[in-house]
């Protein structure tokens, strides 16, 4: 149970760091809003994940039938990491800075920032595509074994929920420094822990077959 939970926290650690438009609307709604809607925008993206996760693992357990197909399964999914670490790594990003905070304004209620966060990061094919693949992989390993599954998911879901909340916290402190040159070595860190993760994958699938 603990070796699963263990690797979840390292993806779950792994994909913290990610710049989407969900790392974005973090750092804007703690900074604009404050920590509290911040946490609860946090809590939406991390039941989204949930979500897409148990999704993503059904659809992938209904392939993995014999030991041929969950070796197809773990070079797929450890090759589709691959790319989108290539991908990450190459992309660059750019801020425009407006150089004016948005004015206080009558701050929506806390079912507003939930959905908000559940819906911006389960709309996200990306999230879909990243958590399919990983899911693939880690089901070609554990296979049927619901507990190191489930340990496995939560490593990932507690993992990305505390550091989101832990970059509400900080995120008023670190705006100054969110320049783009930050931004793309952060992007090209992930990408390399990613294609990293792919290539475990493969080899991992290649050996237990």
Known sequence: MLHPFFEGII????LAVMLGPAVFALLQT???RGTKPGIILALGIALSDLTVLVMSYLGAAQLLTDGKRS??????GGSILIIFGIVTFTRKIH???????????????????LVKGYFLNIANPFVWFLWFSIMMGVSGTYGSEISSLSA????????IFCTDVLKVLI??????????KIL??????????????GIILIVRSTITF
């Open 95 to 113: 801020i425009e800075d407006s150089g004016n905070l948005l004015e206080p304004k009558r701050v929506p209620g806390a079912l507003t920032y």
């Open 11 to 14: 993806i779950g650690l792994t």
């Open 171 to 180: 995120a008023s402190r670190i705006k100054h420094y969110l320049t783009p």
């Open 152 to 159: 496995f998911i939560g490593g990932c879901v507690v993992t």
């Open 71 to 76: 070796l197809i399964v773990g070079l797929i």
């Open 184 to 197: 793309n070595l952060f992007n090209h860190a992930v990408g390399i822990l990613l294609v990293v993760f």
């Open 30 to 32: 703690s900074i604009h």
